[in-house]
Every structure is written in structure tokens, then in C-alpha cells.
């Protein structure tokens, strides 16, 4: 069971870190939110005035970028601690400028090819539950457990607004939606690695289902693989 990994992909809110990180709980496995590394680029970049159409420059920064992922350092609701030169940047990579910026900074062939290999390293390890939009199609396609997990736009816009008013941000449904919109548009129209579910990969449509049972269902095909494989 240890050397598997579990590839969750999908849209923008569709629960995949929620998901992600309490399967990862539920089997004693590493949980990584790959969105982490693109949003870091986009956040350092903001931060040091490249602008975000410098494809280049963008570049070179991913490149050099050290992007450490700890444990929770704080208990205010976070999965776990991001740190870009010696700040915690954590709630940070949400901030709107970055949602903004982000996909098209994860369309640049040259800053996916400068994140795959770390990706790929630590996938490979097993024993991993990653989450993201190409991590079954490309930077894992090996995994033993492919999951897409989806569900409507408007399901996912109510889901991502109510997350932000918990955390005390301002936050508007119809600007929420049209991110989203946007950001999938993107995801899933750039050349390199597009968000898509690999041939392989279980469909999970969540607009019906709560957190819990969710989970389950992904449990479900863990053990289902585990079992074929005994
Ligand atoms: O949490 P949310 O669904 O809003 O987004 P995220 O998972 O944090 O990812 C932010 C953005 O990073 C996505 O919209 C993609 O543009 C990019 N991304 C990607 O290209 N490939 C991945 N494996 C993960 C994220």
C-alpha cells in the first residue's frame, strides 16, 4: 500500500485539497498541493516586479526559486507552511493579484518543466496523495490511483466564496465564478501539460456529495487498486 500514489486532478475549487489532504490523513501518506509551487512563482514574482507576461523572466525565477513546504507551523486552518525566502507565505498565495496572475504563469513550458522534476522526485517515492491538474496526465503518469475530480461551476464558486467569507475575506459570487471560469479556460487551453483527465482516471462528479463521502469514494478506489495488485 505504501509505494502508491494517488493523483487527484481537477478544476479550480473542486475540493481536490480538502479531499486530498484528509485521504493523505486517513492512509498516513504525504499529502502535496502542487498549486503551492505555481502560485510561489507567481506570488515572487508580484513581489520583485517581474511583470507576469515576461515569459523569461518568469522563467529564469522558477528556476531558481526555493519553494519549502513544512508542516503546519500555525493552527489557524492551514494544511501545511509555505515558505519563499524566509517569509511564511502561506495565506499570501491566495491573495487575489496571485489568483490572477497564476495560470498564466503555469502555461509557461518552461516554468512547468523547472517544477516537474521535484514533483516527480518526491511521486515517485510513493506513499503520496498529489493534487493538482496534470499530475496523472504528466508529471505522474505512472500512478497506480488516478482520480478527476469534478463538479459544476456554480457548485465550486459557492464552495470557493464561502471558503474566503470564513476566513474573514471579502468576496463577491459573481467575481468568484468568473475566476473560475477564467482560470479553467486557461488550465485547460495552454499548450504544455492542459488540465484533462487521463484515460485512466476514475470521474468523481462531487456537486451532489458532502466532504465525507467523498473521501470515501476515493478510499474506495485505493483499496479497490490495493486489492488487484495483491
Ligand atoms: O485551489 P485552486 O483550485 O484555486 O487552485 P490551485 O490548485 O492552487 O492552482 C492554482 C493554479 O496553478 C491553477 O489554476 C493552474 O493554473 C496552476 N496549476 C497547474 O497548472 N498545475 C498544477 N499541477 C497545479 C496548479
Not at 482516471?201 to 451532489?208: G, I, K, L
Request: proline share 3%; aromatic share 4%.
Amino acid at each position: 500500500m505504501k509505494d502508491i500514489t494517488i493523483a487527484i486532478d481537477g478544476p479550480a475549487a473542486s475540493g481536490k485539497s480538502t479531499i486530498g489532504c484528509r485521504v493523505a490523513d486517513a492512509l498516513g501518506f504525504v499529502y502535496l498541493d502542487t498549486g503551492v509551487l505555481y502560485r510561489a512563482v507567481t506570488w515572487a514574482a508580484l513581489e520583485r516586479g517581474i511583470a507576469i507576461a515576461d515569459e523569461a523572466g518568469v522563467t529564469r525565477l522558477s528556476e531558481s526559486l526555493a519553494i519549502d513546504i513544512q508542516r503546519p507551523a500555525v493552527d489557524d486552518g492551514r494544511q501545511y507552511t509555505v515558505v519563499v525566502d524566509g517569509r511564511d507565505v502561506t495565506w499570501l498565495l491566495r491573495e487575489q493579484r496571485v489568483n490572477d496572475g497564476v495560470s498564466p504563469v503555469a502555461a509557461y513550458a518552461g516554468v512547468r518543466a523547472a517544477l516537474r522534476d521535484e514533483q516527480r522526485r518526491l511521486g515517485l517515492r510513493g506513499g503520496v496523495v498529489m493534487v493538482g491538474r496534470d499530475i496523472g496526465t504528466a508529471v505522474l503518469p505512472e500512478a497506480k490511483v488516478k482520480v478527476y475530480l469534478d463538479a459544476t461551476l456554480e457548485e465550486r464558486a459557492q464552495r470557493r466564496h464561502r471558503e474566503n467569507l470564513s476566513r474573514g475575506q471579502d468576496s463577491d459570487y459573481e467575481v468568484v465564478r468568473a475566476e473560475l471560469e477564467r482560470r479553467d479556460y486557461i488550465d485547460s487551453h495552454r499548450a504544455t501539460a492542459p488540465l484533462s483527465q487521463a484515460a485512466d482516471a476514475v470521474y468523481v462528479d462531487s456537486t451532489e456529495m458532502g466532504i465525507p463521502e467523498v473521501v470515501d469514494r476515493v478510499l474506495e478506489i485505493v483499496r479497490q487498486v490495493a486489492a488487484t495488485r495483491e
